[in-house]
């Protein structure tokens, strides 16, 4: 399983990013897609997770209300879009997948891609 994330940036207090996670490598029909974030000097954080099979959502509570998690299944491809975007939203996102039911445990994942930069100046 291959996953490449991508649409990071610097974006201003209040805006908005879309991220991308593209998987390749197997289908995904029993797989759930989750997204983290990693601060400097922070644990990581569960940020959403969605399931391929039924469209069942997590969310992280910091996020909830401003994130959306959504797949496209032509593409393989997980979305997180990011509104209302806060300095406190800066991390490296990274996604990452696992067989089963989406967790908002990180160790519970087994494929993870390569993080992509969000950051939001105030």
């Known amino acids: 399983v291959q996953l490449q994330a991508s649409g990071g940036g610097l974006v201003r207090a209040g805006g908005s990013l879309r991220l991308s996670c593209a998987a390749s490598?197997?289908?995904?029909?029993?797989?759930?897609m989750g997204w983290f974030r990693q601060a400097p000097g922070k644990e990581r954080e569960f940020v959403a997770a969605?399931?391929?099979?039924?469209?069942?959502?997590l969310y992280g509570g910091s996020v909830k209300g401003r994130f959306t998690i959504s797949r496209d299944d032509a593409k393989n491809t997980v979305y997180l879009q990011m509104n209302s975007l806060k300095p406190e939203d800066t991390a490296v996102y990274s996604c990452a997948s696992r067989e089963g039911r989406p967790t908002s445990n990180y160790g519970q994942y087994d494929y993870w891609g390569q993080g992509t930069q969000v950051t939001v100046s105030s």
């Open positions: 490598g197997r289908t995904f029909s029993s797989y759930a």
């Open positions: 969605i399931s391929w099979s039924d469209n069942s959502i």
